[in-house]
């Protein structure tokens, strides 16, 4: 009987499982090219392609709102699906938003402290897959939690880098617009890397509730 009215029922929509993947490798993809940029200088043909990114990861998280709203029955709870596609989202637009300000402020990309920063939030994004990969078998609570923790990890590296940063940046002779500049810079950057701990978490917390 059971097994009857469950073959009624509309199966739980995977397709989430598909867009957060999608939107964990734009992260991946952006913060390569954040990555390049730091190594090599900003350019025209790069903040086209950081545009472009963007653009990708507004359209999956614009997907996922849609079919969560046309979805009856959903593999997770509804909130944590849009939470994850948020998140997702707002890793993709910090780091395009730290691309534009180095062009805006005419900033030295190729900087230590830049490119110190910039190569952590590259590693943390580079975790994004496997841990979103997870949703799909929730039943994988030590992976889940083996992974939040090296993300707290990159997390807390990410924090020193900032702390040491900061200090070195405001006791340099520099003008208190430059120093502001640097300083926004680095912020978009550790804000990028703070959604990155933040999508780990949410995960953690999935497999937790439905394992």
């Not at 963007?54 to 997770?76: D, E, V």
Request: charged share 25%; glycine share 2%.
């Amino acid at each position: 009987m059971f097994g009857f009215l469950k073959k009624l029922l509309p199966p739980a929509n995977e397709e989430f499982f598909t867009l957060f993947e999608e939107a964990a490798h734009n992260c991946t993809e952006t913060a390569k090219l954040f990555h390049r940029i730091s190594e090599e200088g900003i350019s025209d043909a790069a903040l086209e392609e950081a545009r472009l990114l963007k653009q990708k990861s507004n359209a999956i998280a614009k997907s996922s709102i849609r079919k969560l709203n046309s979805t009856f029955i959903t593999p997770i709870d509804r909130e944590d699906i849009q939470h994850l596609a948020n998140l997702l989202n707002k890793i993709t637009k910090r780091i395009v938003r730290a691309c534009v300000h180095l062009h805006l402020y005419q900033v030295d990309s190729t900087t230590s402290n830049i490119k110190l920063q910039v190569t952590n939030l590259k590693e943390a994004v580079d975790e994004l897959l496997p841990i979103i990969r997870l949703i799909r078998n929730t039943s994988q609570v030590e992976e889940a939690t083996m992974l939040n923790n090296r993300m707290k990890e990159i997390e807390s590296k990410g924090d020193e880098i900032m702390n040491l940063t900061m200090a070195k940046l405001f006791s340099q002779a520099l003008l208190p617009l430059d120093a502001m500049k640097y300083r926004e810079i680095h912020k978009d950057i550790e804000s990028a890397l703070n959604c990155c701990y933040d999508v780990s978490d949410a995960v953690l917390s999935v497999v937790l509730k439905h394992s």
